[in-house]
């Protein structure tokens, strides 16, 4: 516990601290918002600091922090050093940057940036990215509120476990899909604007009620400096499967994609650091406490079922059930079913942002403007087509779930590694100190890299991992002094 106690403690110093460096940074001042600017009552429209807040904060979460927090602490202790350090240093620096750069821009969404700063044939590849990164998060959270509400109903888990669909979760899924394309059509403040800040306060509870439970549990947890015992628990090395399955807690490209959504809600750019940085703090400190409660049923107290979560795939279909009994065992009927709403908005929240960002992505290429509902059909009938297409054949493979998980993990952080390189750039061009995203940038080139070549496509030895990962660095490292020394003056 004294290892969760300092980490949290580093997550809120980080805030305070290099939170406010990064803020002198940009340098945030007085000029008008894409919210006043170009105020249009649909997307661009102006709502109270602490909605935008909570609503950016829930658009992000998801169960990232959730899911990948406890499927991250088969690692050990190692998970809480990538949530502290990643979250200070890469995951908020790349979320408040983003952000800015989105206000800077007109409220930009996230092709139109990496466009704008790494050419237009990065642009054309990020926008095909995206949407279809988007399209995935918004099917992948389907699945998991869909598998908690199903068990509350009286699905049968076991035979859901061995890959026999339920009529519960078939429901359940169609109901909140229906969800997404309401949602997604209607203006900002029409549902966002006024159930998020309801939902969000219910994940907040859920994780402060948690971080309660373990403070009166004390549980007997491995320390950082007794070593890394949750090596022992999966096959995986920590590098690079830790830093692809920790994603929303410490970094994610998918935040990016959600910013924009917000840039174009807030009335003051001095609002950013709270707004955009303090969102990705407050999710750093939800999977830490998620990680910490995994680690207790790992270590301090072993139960049946739960070693399923040392597995690896096996554990991203059972997560949803494994949150379902931590709540409701640790806080009760009326805390669990409180936390438990907080779960399952989690993932619908951040599902439907995900399609109302790839509407206005598309919308955004093709020059269409969104006022009239005739051009938002346009955007949204072939894509929640597409998005149907997707859902079924999950619904139909038994490993369909978690196919799309293991690609969606890994296209997650390589959108970070666009956008990092894409905010590189601008501060280069700025002449600020670029090292703040330029070191975030080189790791995660290397993470991604050696992730997909090693991992998913070609089961290569350990050794192979850092020879590949210790090659990107180089390149990335070489093509940006090339780089630089070309255009360090440009502004």
Same mark, same amino acid.
């Given at each position: 516990?004294?290892?969760?106690?300092?980490s949290?403690? *580093?997550? =809120?110093?980080?805030?305070?601290?290099?939170?406010?460096?990064?803020e002198?940074?940009?340098?945030?001042?007085?000029? #008008?918002?894409?919210?006043?600017? +170009? *105020?249009?009552?649909? @997307?661009?429209?102006?709502?109270?600091?602490?909605?935008?807040?909570m609503?950016?904060f829930?658009?992000?979460?998801?169960?990232g922090?959730?899911? &990948?927090?406890?499927?991250?602490a088969?690692?050990g202790?190692?998970a809480?050093?990538w949530?502290?350090?990643?979250?200070?240093?890469? &995951?908020?620096?790349?979320?408040?940057?983003?952000?800015m750069?989105?206000m800077?821009?007109?409220?930009?969404?996230?092709?139109?940036?990496?466009?704008?700063?790494?050419?237009d044939?990065?642009?054309?590849?990020?926008?095909?990215?995206?949407?279809?990164?988007? =399209?995935?998060v918004g099917?992948?959270? =389907?699945?998991?509120p869909? +598998?908690? $509400?199903? @068990?509350?109903?009286g699905?049968?888990?076991?035979?859901?476990?061995q890959?026999?669909?339920?009529?519960?979760?078939?429901?359940?899924?169609?109901?909140?899909?229906?969800?997404?394309?309401? *949602?997604?059509?209607l203006?900002?403040? +029409?549902?966002?604007? +006024?159930?998020?800040?309801?939902?969000?306060?219910?994940?907040?509870?859920?994780a402060?009620?948690?971080?309660?439970?373990?403070?009166?549990?004390?549980?007997?947890?491995?320390?950082?400096?007794?070593?890394?015992?949750?090596?022992?628990?999966?096959?995986?090395?920590?590098?690079?499967?830790?830093?692809?399955?920790?994603?929303?807690?410490?970094i994610?490209?998918?935040?990016?994609?959600q910013? #924009?959504l917000?840039?174009r809600?807030?009335?003051?750019?001095r609002?950013g650091?709270?707004?955009?940085?303090g969102?990705?703090?407050t999710?750093?400190?939800?999977a830490?406490?998620?990680a910490?409660?995994?680690m207790?049923?790992?270590? @301090?107290?072993?139960?049946?079922?739960?070693?399923?979560?040392? &597995?690896?795939?096996?554990?991203?279909?059972?997560?949803?059930?494994?949150?379902?009994?931590?709540?409701?065992?640790?806080?009760?009927?009326?805390?669990?079913? $409180?936390?438990?709403?907080?779960?399952?908005a989690?993932?619908?929240?951040?599902?439907?942002?995900a399609?109302?960002?790839?509407r206005?992505?598309?919308?955004?290429?093709?020059?269409?403007?969104?006022?009239?509902?005739?051009?938002?059909?346009?955007?949204?009938?072939?894509?929640?087509?597409?998005?149907?297409?997707?859902?079924?054949w999950?619904?139909?493979?038994?490993?369909?779930f @978690?196919?799309?998980?293991?690609?969606?993990?890994?296209?997650?952080?390589?959108?970070?590694?666009?956008?990092?390189?894409?905010?590189?750039?601008?501060?280069?061009?700025?002449?600020?100190?670029?090292?703040?995203?330029?070191? #975030?940038?080189?790791?995660?080139? *290397?993470?991604?890299?050696?992730?997909?070549?090693?991992?998913k $496509?070609?089961? $290569?030895?350990?050794t192979?991992?850092w020879?590949?990962?210790? &090659?990107?660095?180089?390149?990335?490292? =070489?093509?940006?002094?090339?780089?630089y020394?070309?255009?360090?003056?440009t502004?």
């Open positions: 516990m004294i290892t969760f106690v300092v949290l403690v *580093a997550l =809120v110093l980080g805030y305070m601290l290099y939170g406010r460096f990064v002198r940074v940009f340098g945030p001042d007085d000029r #008008p918002t894409p919210a006043v600017a +170009k *105020a249009d009552g649909l @997307d661009f429209i102006v709502l109270p600091n602490w909605k935008v807040f609503i950016q829930l658009n992000i979460a998801g169960t922090p959730i899911f &990948g927090a406890i499927m991250g088969k690692f202790p190692a809480y050093l949530i502290v350090f990643g979250c200070i240093f890469a &995951g908020a620096t790349h979320d408040y940057l983003s952000g750069l989105s800077r821009h007109d409220g930009a969404n996230q092709p139109e940036i990496i466009g704008h700063y790494l050419g044939t990065t642009k054309r590849v990020m926008l095909v990215f995206s949407v279809f990164l988007l =399209v995935m099917v992948v959270f =389907v699945y998991s869909a +598998k908690i $509400l199903g @068990d509350m109903t699905a049968d888990a076991v035979a859901a476990q890959g026999e669909m339920q009529m519960e979760y078939i429901w359940w899924s169609l109901a909140i899909f229906v969800y997404y394309i309401i *949602a997604t059509m203006p900002v403040d +029409k549902i966002i604007g +006024k159930i998020y800040p309801l939902f969000a306060f219910s994940l907040l509870f859920m402060a009620a948690l971080m309660v439970m373990l403070f009166v549990k004390m549980p007997d947890l491995p320390e950082l400096w007794e070593g890394l015992p949750g090596e022992a628990m999966t096959k995986s090395a920590i590098f690079p499967a830790l830093f692809i399955t920790i994603a929303c807690g410490a994610s490209g998918f935040h990016a994609t910013s #924009p917000m840039a809600c807030v009335k003051s750019e609002m650091r709270p707004i955009f940085y969102a990705m703090i999710e750093g400190i939800v830490l406490i998620w910490t409660v995994a207790y049923f790992f270590y @301090d107290q072993p139960t049946p079922g739960y070693e399923q979560v040392a &597995g690896g795939a096996a554990a991203i279909n059972d997560a949803p059930s494994i949150v379902n009994k931590m709540c409701n065992e640790w806080l009760g009927i009326a805390g669990g079913i $409180l936390a438990l709403l907080g779960v399952v989690a993932p619908i929240t951040s599902g439907d942002t399609f109302r960002s790839a206005l992505i598309i919308a955004d290429f093709l020059h269409l403007k969104q006022k009239s509902i005739r051009n938002r059909l346009m955007v949204c009938i072939p894509m929640f087509a597409g998005a149907i297409a997707l859902l079924a999950q619904m139909s493979d038994a490993k369909g @978690d196919t799309i998980w293991g690609w969606f993990g890994w296209s997650n952080q390589t959108l970070a590694v666009f956008m990092l390189w894409a905010v590189t750039v601008y501060l280069v061009r700025k002449q600020k100190p670029f090292v703040i995203t330029l070191i #975030p940038a080189l790791f995660m080139t *290397a993470v991604c890299t050696s992730y997909l070549l090693c991992v $496509l070609f089961q $290569l030895h350990e192979a991992v020879s590949i990962a210790a &090659g990107s660095v180089i390149i990335s490292l =070489v093509w940006f002094c090339l780089w020394r070309k255009n360090k003056a502004k």
